[in-house]
């Protein structure tokens, strides 16, 4: 259960003391209780955590040594249960499964989605460590602190009883002191042990921890008891040395992207994902669509992922953090630095596991000293609130229209539309589904009366589905999600819209309105540039945006056979027919990011102010809500907080190669 400490009393009236030899009373007192009791045991010559039926089951003797990129076993030739520190495998092995079935969906007859029940076993977790439950409570801040949750995640957290364990022993890979975050227990259990050499000091920190103490053969503990349960603890931090210097740690690592230590990291980094696998609090996942062999009906299965997956950051244009080292540099910021700018803490609580199981022995204390070294700490953005939909349901759309734009972009407009879609705002964007099919994120490309449309290019299995369906044809949806165009803060500016291919699809509902709005602006302009003109979406719209006067339009391909009599060339050699002042310009930016880098640049050179520059960013998207960890870029995610970002916001992010 998610506990917090007991109330406040003295802590002598709140202790006790359990024999040695009657701790198997407690194992039984708990499992009395309809838990299964989680604990620490041995299997493959590692101490793990997993059921136990009674107190021989735990690891009695046994300590581990572990150093980088080594763990090993032996026996102390004593009866302490707790003598090892920490083992290969993490508690949320059991709060956050590595594989979980999430939805159902079938198409016998009506479509349908269904999101999973979360089925919680009542658990007892026994032998919690201090940098555990502080691990525990950062993923609490995850998957329920946020604007959207896990229900899974809450009814299995809600579900589990919590006995914590002191730490009396420290491997050479600890530094728990360094995050703030042990070797005392400080809050988060429903029973504390300390392991002393007669037997166990104990404290209770909920009822029901009260009620399971109040059943065993327990005294009051002696002074002296209650001095060496102090003692040995103390005795831990001792043991750990000087921590590490963390202070600015965060905007230590923000100033370093670029530091030679990242290419030799990823040197001897084999990528082989145990840091992400053993780490306590990493989060990522993927989903996995199982599907009946009639295609009636699916399942969706959520997976632990890693960010050092060669698949993870893979887009439609390839893929965003192609190389180890940003792999690698993702993963060692977000733990250290822009884990603060989503949840408020680090992510790291310094159990050490990522240290003793890389099997190329890379310390990530060494990497933190080494790349970031102390500086004056510099002030953090405060993260754009996103607007979205609740998570973990669908809402069935039908099928109005489809009708191609180009050889392989088409759009669909939706309608039976939960009201909730047409009060979208353009640059918002939909998870839409079909069943066997994972969900993907498209661009809402207008919003219309009772529909909306959606401009999809057909580059995986799911939009060549979609591209392949008639109307009448049902799907799911999810959103509107994500940031939109801050159209009102370009009154009286000179709007300017420059798109790049398909990058006019999250354009599309900007320029309608500013054409709506034309005179609340000094001028609103769209500069449009594709690969060849075959290739141009919306080409009845243009023509009728160009033959208005709310807009000018600019038209310019890369390519072009002699029937062609516009212009050739990028988008960016539009930007001569600039006229105005552009300190007065507010600009709106798509397309591939390095038509949106050169743009963005060919704008400031030409005066436009940084926070007058909105872009929108794509990403891979799972989940669309902030929790799968795909569409991560620097100190935010893509999906809940853009995809439209002021440039200022992204500072230089948004010009550097693999965040």
Same mark, same amino acid.
């Given at each position: 259960m998610i506990t917090s400490p007991a109330p406040s009393q003295t802590a002598a009236a709140r202790q006790w003391f359990l024999a040695r030899e009657d701790f198997g009373a407690m194992v039984e007192a708990i499992r009395g209780t309809g838990r299964c009791v989680i604990g620490p045991t041995i299997r493959e010559d590692a101490i793990v955590y997993d059921e136990i039926h009674a107190a021989a089951d735990l690891p009695i003797g046994w300590r581990d040594v572990q150093t980088a990129g080594r763990y090993r076993l032996e026996h102390g030739g004593d009866t302490r249960v707790?003598?090892?520190s920490v083992g290969p495998t993490p508690w949320k092995r059991f709060t956050f499964p590595p594989n979980l079935t999430i939805a159902a969906a079938h198409r016998s007859g009506a479509i349908g989605f269904d999101p999973a029940v979360p089925d919680a076993p009542q658990v007892a977790f026994l032998g919690v460590r201090a940098c555990e439950i502080a691990a525990l409570a950062i993923q609490d801040r995850v998957f329920l602190g946020g604007q959207f949750?896990?229900?899974?995640?809450? @009814?299995?957290?809600? $579900? @589990?009883?919590?006995? $914590?364990?002191?730490?009396t022993t420290s491997a050479s890979t600890c530094f728990c002191t360094s995050m703030g975050t042990g070797p005392e227990v400080r809050g988060g259990y429903d029973i504390l042990l300390t392991e002393i050499d007669e037997g166990f000091v104990i404290q209770a920190g909920s009822p029901g921890g009260a009620a399971i103490v109040a059943k065993l053969p327990t005294r009051r503990p002696s002074h002296a008891e209650a001095g060496a349960a102090v003692d040995n603890v103390e005795s831990v931090r001792t043991q750990m040395g000087e921590p590490l210097p963390m202070a600015g740690i965060a905007d230590r690592?923000?100033?370093?992207?670029?530091?030679?230590?990242?290419a030799?990291?990823?040197?001897r980094c084999v990528e082989c994902g145990n840091c992400t696998m053993s780490c306590p609090t990493c989060f990522c996942t993927s989903v996995v669509e199982k599907s009946a062999m009639d295609g009636t009906s699916s399942t969706t299965e959520r997976q632990w992922d890693s960010c050092f997956d060669v698949a993870?950051?893979?887009?439609?244009?390839?893929?965003?953090?192609?190389?180890?080292r940003d792999r690698y540099?993702?993963?060692?910021?977000?733990?250290?630095?822009t884990w603060w700018d989503q949840f408020g803490s680090s992510g790291c609580v310094g159990c050490g596991r990522c240290i003793t199981w890389c099997p190329v022995r890379i310390d990530v204390r060494e990497e933190l000293v080494a790349i970031a070294p102390p500086i004056a700490p510099v002030i953090r953005p405060v993260a754009v609130e996103p607007v979205a939909a609740s998570p973990g349901t669908y809402s069935i759309a039908r099928l109005a229209s489809i009708r191609p734009e180009t050889a392989d972009t088409t759009t669909l407009t939706l309608t039976d539309l939960d009201p909730a879609f047409l009060s979208g705002r353009p640059g918002q964007f939909v998870m839409i589904a079909l069943p066997a099919f994972p969900a993907v994120p498209i661009s809402i490309s207008r919003f219309r009366a009772n529909e909306i449309d959606l401009t999809i290019r057909s580059v995986g299995a799911t939009s060549t589905a979609l591209d392949t369906l008639h109307p009448g044809a049902k799907v799911g949806l999810r959103g509107p999600l994500g940031t939109f165009w801050p159209i009102e803060e370009a009154y009286g500016r000179h709007a300017v819209v420059v798109a790049g291919g398909v990058g006019l699809s999250p354009l599309h509902g900007l320029v309608d309105a500013l054409v709506a709005n034309h005179d609340r602006f000094e001028s609103v302009s769209l500069f449009y540039g594709s690969r060849t003109p075959e290739d141009m979406l919306f080409r009845d719209d243009l023509a009728a945006w160009s033959a208005g006067k709310a807009i000018?339009?600019?038209?310019?391909?890369?390519?072009?056979?002699?029937?062609?009599?516009?212009?050739?060339?990028?988008?960016?050699?539009?930007?001569?027919?600039?006229s105005w002042d552009c300190t007065k310009v507010s600009a709106f930016v798509v397309g591939p990011e390095r038509m949106m880098q050169a743009s963005v640049q060919g704008l400031i050179s030409k005066g436009v102010p940084t926070d007058r520059i909105c872009v929108s960013m794509e990403r891979h998207m799972e989940c669309g809500i902030g929790l799968c960890g795909h569409c991560q870029m620097a100190g935010r995610f893509v999906c809940k907080d853009g995809p439209v970002f002021r440039l200022n916001d992204l500072g230089d992010m948004f010009n550097r190669e693999g965040i």
């Open positions: 707790f003598g090892y949750t896990d229900e899974d995640f809450r @009814a299995r957290r809600s $579900a @589990a009883f919590i006995v $914590a364990v002191q730490c690592l923000k100033l370093q992207l670029d530091n030679p230590r990242w030799q990291v990823a040197d993870f950051a893979k887009v439609a244009g390839g893929d965003f953090r192609a190389r180890p540099r993702q993963w060692l910021t977000h733990k250290f630095s000018d339009v600019a038209i310019t391909v890369d390519r072009a056979g002699p029937e062609w009599k516009g212009r050739v060339g990028v988008v960016t050699t539009l930007f001569d027919m600039i």
